[in-house]
């Protein structure tokens, strides 16, 4: 990101289309700065840096906050793997010029009653990206408590803080209502901020010294690891698996119109062979996949 400096505090916005990524930073600024969508159709595409006016207290000590807007992984398009390839250069990027990290928010839609797969597959690449170090700076945010009832937003909660979020919860992620509002919003970075000071002992105010670091930024960074060969580079790669497996089930079972899982195989191994120019074991990993013959 150009203009960035070693001061800036970055925290990235994650999670499913629709879990409200835009609409947070939105509340954040007070105005409409990025796009919201109107529909169930993913809206984010690019991922997006907004400079946040900070106010003047000690929780940011005349450090400016940087929200990072970023698309979310949501197989029904097949472009994952360039989405996570942009988030993590990003990420990456961000590091290597000096910039800091305060943590990740994590939003999911409480309405969801149970994890549909495109979800679980996104927050499995959210959690690798992340790695165990980090997950004690990520909230993980549910929003649209007021579309359903109480009881059913609270069972939701249960049920995913008993299954998919059980070991990011016990590694100190914090579970955190965030509601439509500007005060919600704000209360959500300064759980981070608060998080910061408490890992390193610091009160408010105090200087900070550690930040945030994500598994992906030091795999890419210090390791020069591509994106492909990182931990959310295999979760992704794990989804191919998923739809291979399809492929071969609709064969056995006679089905002759193939062309939309194809179509689906074909433009994930394309985005993966330009994911992984560089890396001989992605090129082994394609013709391991020898099933490219059945295109
Ligand atoms: N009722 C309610 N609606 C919300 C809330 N947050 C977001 N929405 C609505 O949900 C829809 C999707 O919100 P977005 O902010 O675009 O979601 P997003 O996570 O940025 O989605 P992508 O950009 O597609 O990844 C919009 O119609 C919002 O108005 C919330 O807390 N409560
Ligand atoms: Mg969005």
Not at 114 to 130: D, E, G, P, Q, Y
Request: aromatic share 6%; proline share 3%.
């Amino acid at each position: 990101m150009q203009g960035g400096l070693p001061t800036d505090i970055v925290i990235p916005i994650m999670g499913p289309t629709g879990s409200g990524k835009s609409t947070f930073i939105n509340n954040l600024v007070g105005e409409d700065v990025v796009s919201v969508s109107q529909s169930m159709e993913s809206c984010t595409t690019d991922i997006t840096h907004i400079v946040v006016d900070t106010p003047n207290n000690p929780f940011f000590n005349g450090r400016r906050l940087i929200v990072v807007d970023t698309p979310g992984f949501d197989d029904t398009k097949g472009d994952d793997l360039e989405i996570l390839r942009r988030i993590a250069l990003w990420l990456a990027s961000s590091y290597d010029a000096g910039m800091k990290l305060g943590g990740v928010i994590y939003l999911h839609d409480i309405t969801q009653p149970r994890m549909v797969r495109s979800t679980r597959n996104n927050f499995s690449v959210f959690n690798k990206l992340c790695g165990k170090d980090a997950f004690a700076s990520i909230v993980l945010g549910t929003t649209r408590w007021s579309d359903i009832s109480l009881i059913e937003a609270q069972n939701h909660l249960e049920a995913l803080s008993q299954t998919v979020w059980k070991d990011m919860i016990k590694r100190g992620s914090i579970v955190q209502q965030v509601d439509n509002t500007k005060a919600s919003a704000w209360l959500t970075i300064y759980l981070i901020l608060g998080r910061l000071h408490e890992q390193q002992g610091t009160t408010i105010g105090g200087s900070l010294e550690k930040f945030t670091v994500l598994k992906i930024q030091q795999e890419i960074v210090n390791l020069q690891k591509t994106v492909c060969s990182t931990e959310a580079g295999r979760a992704l790669r794990s989804g191919l698996q998923e739809l291979l497996v399809e492929q071969k089930r609709l064969r056995d079972a006679g089905e002759e119109d193939l062309d939309d899982i194809n179509g689906r195989i074909g433009k994930t191994l394309r985005q993966l062979d330009d994911l992984c120019q560089l890396s001989p074991s992605c090129r082994k990993f394609l013709k391991i996949f020898g099933i490219v013959i059945y295109l």
